[in-house]
Structures are given as C-alpha cells and as structure tokens.
C-alpha cells in the first residue's frame, strides 16, 4: 500500500480499506446468528437440543444432527415443514433451502 517513494498511506486510508473488507463478514455472522436462533425458534427445545446449524451458503442452512435416525427422519419427513417456517423466522437473510447431515458437537 505503500507509494512509489515508500511512503505508507495515511492511517484513514488504511482504516477505510480495513472496513470495506470486513464489512460482508460483519454481515455474514450477523446472518449466522439470525439463523440460529431462528432455527432454535422453530424446532423448539426439545429438537434444538439434538441440532445446531453448522452453516449456511448460498441461501441453504446445514443443520448437524446428533443421531442418524434423527438426520432420516427431519430429512425426510420434516424439511418440508421447518423450511417454511425458518424462511418466515429469517427475515433480512436469504433462506431457500435445508440441509440435514450427521454430526457430533
């Protein structure tokens, strides 16, 4: 960032810059975190007690699920209720898909 003579930039600059590119991380956790709590709003207790969302990307939430027959059974035959309902709890994030995969945590 220096110039041609090596002299740095002014400390405003560097700052300015700085910011610009933490900004979309800034927003990404902040989209992470609405999603998690809104996906503890949705499951309810009992359920988020057996899950935790592990990401999300390109608008789809990976959720991790602590048991096999459980990760079958939201796969299978819960999605199609919970995602309409996470989209609704998720307002300001893009939210078009879920994901259940096996996990320990």
């Known amino acids: 960032m220096a110039d041609a003579r090596g002299t740095p930039p002014p400390v405003g600059v560097v700052l300015a810059a700085l910011m610009r590119k933490a900004a979309p991380l800034a927003r990404s956790r902040r989209g992470f975190a609405a999603v998690s709590e809104a996906w503890c709003r949705v499951a309810g207790a009992e359920l988020a007690e057996h899950t935790r969302v592990a990401g999300v990307r390109d608008g789809v ?23 309409p309902e996470l989209v609704r709890e998720v307002r300001g994030a893009e939210v078009r898909g879920l994901r259940f995969r096996h996990g320990a945590f």
């Open 61 to 83: 939430v990976t959720i991790e699920v602590d048991s096999p027959p459980l990760c079958h059974r939201l796969d299978s035959f819960e999605k199609e209720r919970l995602l």
